[in-house]
């Protein structure tokens, strides 16, 4: 005989669903997978089913969740920034892990609207505000609470157009 465990992985593999409603044992099933044969041993093995299924959900339920860190105080560098960071310290001030890249606007450009839609971005995504900084030795995040981009318009109009256009993929 299977194990509970082998016998949900084959149900799970024959796209059976599992689940309870209050003390219930429910099952979805395509029409052909079941057969009297497995509708048997799901009847069989209902309250080790129960009984798996109910230890699952509290094994869930019991996970601690993610809770944000206080702004108040220094939070440190995740690996990834350390790792940035450290290579900083090597090489100051390189250009090294910069994207460049252009976009081809054409039409009328709402300026507002474009400069509004950005710091939208940059408000729901605090990634965005955070800066590294180096408080006793120690590299720590600082996050600002919002950060206002402004966008300077250059007007090149007044540029003499070139006859050849350069056409490429970002």
């Given at each position: 005989?299977?194990?509970?465990d082998?016998?949900?992985?084959?149900?799970?593999?024959?796209d059976?669903?599992?689940w309870?409603?209050?003390?219930r044992l429910?099952c979805?099933a395509?029409?052909?997978?079941?057969t009297?044969?497995l509708?048997?041993q799901?009847?069989?093995?209902?309250?080790?089913i129960?009984?798996?299924?109910d230890?699952?959900?509290?094994?869930t339920?019991?996970?601690?969740t993610?809770?944000?860190?206080?702004?108040?105080?220094?939070?440190?560098?995740?690996?990834?920034?350390?790792?940035?960071?450290f290579?900083?310290?090597m090489?100051?001030?390189?250009s090294?892990?910069?994207?460049?890249?252009?976009?081809?606007?054409?039409g009328?450009?709402d300026?507002?609207?474009f400069e509004?839609s950005?710091?939208?971005?940059?408000?729901?995504?605090e990634?965005?505000?955070?800066?590294?900084?180096?408080?006793?030795g120690?590299?720590?995040?600082?996050?600002?609470?919002?950060l206002?981009?402004a966008?300077p318009?250059?007007?090149w109009?007044?540029?003499e157009?070139?006859?050849?256009?350069?056409?490429?993929?970002?």
């Amino acid at each position: 005989m299977k194990t509970i465990d082998e016998f949900l992985t084959f149900l799970s593999q024959q796209d059976v669903k599992l689940w309870l409603e209050g003390d219930r044992l429910c099952c979805d099933a395509p029409e052909k997978v079941l057969t009297s044969s497995l509708s048997s041993q799901l009847a069989e093995r209902k309250q080790e089913i129960i009984a798996f299924l109910d230890r699952v959900d509290l094994a869930t339920k019991s996970r601690q969740t993610i809770t944000p860190v206080a702004r108040t105080k220094n939070i440190p560098l995740s690996f990834a920034q350390q790792r940035l960071w450290f290579l900083d310290q090597m090489e100051h001030d390189s250009s090294q892990y910069n994207l460049a890249g252009a976009v081809r606007l054409e039409g009328s450009l709402d300026i507002a609207a474009f400069e509004r839609s950005f710091n939208e971005i940059v408000r729901r995504h605090e990634t965005l505000r955070t800066t590294i900084k180096t408080v006793d030795g120690q590299a720590i995040q600082e996050i600002a609470p919002s950060l206002k981009l402004a966008f300077p318009i250059l007007d090149w109009r007044q540029l003499e157009k070139t006859s050849k256009k350069v056409k490429f993929a970002v």
